[in-house]
């Protein structure tokens, strides 16, 4: 039996309408007693209200919570502790940093208490962790991996005010196994996602941290296309993660952009494309894959569903990335994935990112 929290959210509608058009066994939860059981009523499923806080209490029958509640910094903690109090494997839809190193570093208390943790189970990350997978199975000693995307689709508030959240904490890459902070867009390179020649720069995408627990490569960088105005904006934001790192402005920008964004519509969902594009090197020969996905919201229902339902079939222990808890292949099983792409092996190296 699923639990999926924060099930009348942008997403959380969409994976709880998803799972209820699939037949899975589950119930719907979240703090808001009239969405949430509203909800409940329409699609038929037990519903659950209660905070984080009080996850430990509301439990009971449940397998598996998928949680769908973000800005996930502040809901994770409790449902965790909960899930490993109670056998309850957990996974979400996050893409924030700081969450998957926590769930990595509970990694041996999951493993005791029976628990699969798997965070990112969205299009943060599973495109970019399957294909991070792929190339390493391509090229196993492979010592620098670049991964990105190209998406040219809607925001939701929620996604905005995680966004928002974590502003303040600038850019991230991995070097030599170690994450470091860097500035916003540090690095820019020119990049085919699969449509052609596109201005990139790095961006502390989710696979900074997952990409080195699914294949051990120590050298991490994660871009996204951008225009060269949109490169100049995210550079001068530089001078702003101070004050985002000021909790009153934080809140008021996050309180606008739930005002303001409604999410992708319909239409956006279900006509999209996203091109994801990742490449290995060890120093001597590169290699670059590449997948096609459907637009980034439509990917995360999929991807998600579909993980929580394999959890409540069968789970590993401890902790997981996408690609590890089941197998780099997971992605081309969810609907209109088209990959992996494989290019020919190069043996022009690749310039260091590091
Ligand atoms: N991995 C990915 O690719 C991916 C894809 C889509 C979304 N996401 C992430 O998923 C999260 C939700 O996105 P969304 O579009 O569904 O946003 P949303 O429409 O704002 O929904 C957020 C949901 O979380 C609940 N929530 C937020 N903070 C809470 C708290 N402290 N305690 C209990 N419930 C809380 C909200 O309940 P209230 O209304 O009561 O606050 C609401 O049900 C965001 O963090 C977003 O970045 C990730």
Redesign the pocket.
Known sequence: MILV??????????ISREAAGRDLEFAVA???GT?TRGLGIELDVDSRVF??ERAGDNLDGIDVVLN?????V??YEPIVEACLETGTHYL?????FPVFEALAERDREAERAGVCLLP???????PTDCLAGHLHERLPDATHLRLGFEANTG?????????IEHAGGGGRVRRDGRVESVPVAAESRTVDFGAGPRNAVTVPW?DVSTAYYTTGIPNVEVYTAVSPRLERVLRASHYLTGLLQFDPVKRALQALA?ALFE?PSEQTRETERVFVWGEASNGERSVTSRLVTPE??S??VDA?TSAAARLDAEAPTGYHTPAAAFDPGFVLELDGVDGFRDESVSDAVSPDPA
């Open positions: 929290y924060g099930a009348y959210g942008y997403t959380g509608e969409l979240g703090r808001n969405k905070p984080p769908c509640a973000g800005p996930f502040d809901t979400d839809i996050t893409g924030e990112g189970a969205g299009f943060d990350v599973v925001v939701s508030g929620g996604t905005l005010a995680s966004v989710g739930r999410g980034t919201y990917l995360t998600a």
